[in-house]
């Protein structure tokens, strides 16, 4: 499977933003997809999951109210809609695609699949 991501972008605080994230190459539908960031001098973090059925969706709890994944398995693309963004946000932003069980659905250890990362900087 390749991802692919794009969206990324400079905004001020309390702006948005959108991630996409398109697929190749694999059985889209049957994939768990996930969002992880990274900030400079930082581990990579868990930002939101979603179940390969969309039944059931997962966030940080930073992410909570602000943060929203969804899928359109049609187009094979995974989304992370971004509002209210603060400084903190700012960070590289990889998608993942994997089968993860669900005690590993928030772990990067769940996700055999990984994009190129897009820049998300959010300014004071």
């Known amino acids: 499977v390749q991802l692919q991501a794009s969206g990324g972008g400079l905004v001020q605080a309390g702006g948005s933003l959108r991630l996409s994230c398109a697929a190749s190459?694999?059985?889209?539908?049957?994939?768990?997809m996930a969002w992880f960031r990274q900030a400079p001098g930082k581990e990579r973090d868990f930002v939101a999951a979603?179940?390969?059925?969309?039944?059931?969706?997962y966030y940080v709890d930073s992410a909570k109210g602000r943060f929203t994944i969804s899928r359109d398995n049609a187009v094979s693309t995974v989304y992370l809609q971004m509002n209210s963004l603060k400084p903190e946000d700012t960070a590289e932003y990889y998608c993942?695609?994997?089968?993860?069980?669900?005690?590993?659905?928030?772990?990067?250890?769940?996700?055999?699949?990984w994009g190129q990362g897009t820049q998300v900087t959010v300014s004071s």
């Open positions: 993942a695609a994997g089968r993860p069980i669900i005690s590993t659905i928030t772990r990067s250890i769940g996700y055999g699949y």
């Open positions: 190459g694999g059985t889209f539908s049957s994939y768990s």
């Open positions: 979603i179940r390969w059925g969309a039944s059931s969706t």
